[in-house]
């Protein structure tokens, strides 16, 4: 994996010069020499050993689309946007409303209390592996190293031990000295579970004021006779109501970002 993303932040940055050199007007047999053999040395590492040369250039860039698909989600699950999400669509089926706020609003809301949230992480992939590689004083897979430190770290804090102890187990792993030590293999599962776990018992807390509001509703609407009518439709101006007065987005956002402290 982590020779993968090198191989990805290398093509990437050797594109620009390949631009270049398509604008300065070279031989149009040697531009695609020119990108093969940049992409070439790129895959070396990978393909040397085993097959006895190097990748086709198509089946180069077919991996790279493909990382270029799958990143994302795997840069958004090492972050806090999984508890945030999760809680956020629990808050909207405690109050019971189906489409209110919209799925783009929270997944913008999660991504920028991620942001908020992820800032000091950040700061220090930033400070450790993005400038220096910009500057050239590391390499990029040195670059890709440094920024996976702090991600580590990251998520090493918000695990629990018995989640990390399962997958220990489960895939047989000796015990590791230092938290630094948990390979991304038995820690990434480790921490989405956790989070989940932790985003759960979230929504199980705002879940019960909720549930009281219907349960009293209910009791009122058959203590009247309005058996007909529904008391989802009752309750819910009486729960948007508390959720106002009480300040709830503030108090969620706050309760959501101290958690991760």
Do not use: C
Not at 75 to 96: D, E, K, N, Y
Not at 107 to 123: A, N, V, Y
């Amino acid at each position: 994996m982590k020779r993968l993303f090198a191989i990805l932040v290398t093509t990437l940055t050797l594109l620009p010069h390949y631009a270049m050199a398509q604008a300065a007007g070279p031989a149009p047999a040697q531009q695609p020499a020119a990108i093969s053999g940049a992409l070439d040395r790129a895959f070396g590492q990978m393909a040397g050993a085993q097959s006895g040369g190097s990748l086709s250039l198509s089946l180069q860039l077919l991996l790279i689309m493909g990382l270029l698909t799958i990143l994302p989600s795997l840069i958004l699950m090492m972050t806090s946007f999984t508890r945030v999400l999760v809680v956020l669509s629990i808050l909207r089926q405690a109050m019971g409303l189906q489409q209110s706020p919209p799925n783009q609003v929270l997944i913008g809301l999660s991504l920028f209390l991620s942001l908020f949230i992820m800032g000091p992480t950040l700061d220090k992939v930033n400070a450790n592996a993005i400038q220096p590689y910009s500057a050239g004083q590391i390499g990029a897979e040195q670059a890709f190293v440094a920024g996976g430190r702090e991600f580590h770290a990251f998520m090493i804090r918000q695990t629990r031990e018995t989640d990390l102890r399962m997958f220990s187990e489960m895939a047989r792993a000796p015990k590791f000295a230092t938290p630094a030590d948990v390979p991304y293999s038995i820690l990434l599962p480790a921490y989405v579970t956790s989070e989940l776990k932790t985003a759960f018992q979230i929504g199980f807390m705002l879940f019960l004021p909720f549930l009281v509001i219907d349960l009293v509703v209910s009791s009122v609407l058959m203590s009247l006779g309005m058996m007909m009518m529904s008391p989802t439709i009752v309750s819910l101006p009486f729960k948007l109501l508390l959720f106002v007065l009480v300040d709830g987005w503030a108090l969620l956002m706050g309760s959501l970002a101290a958690s991760f402290g």
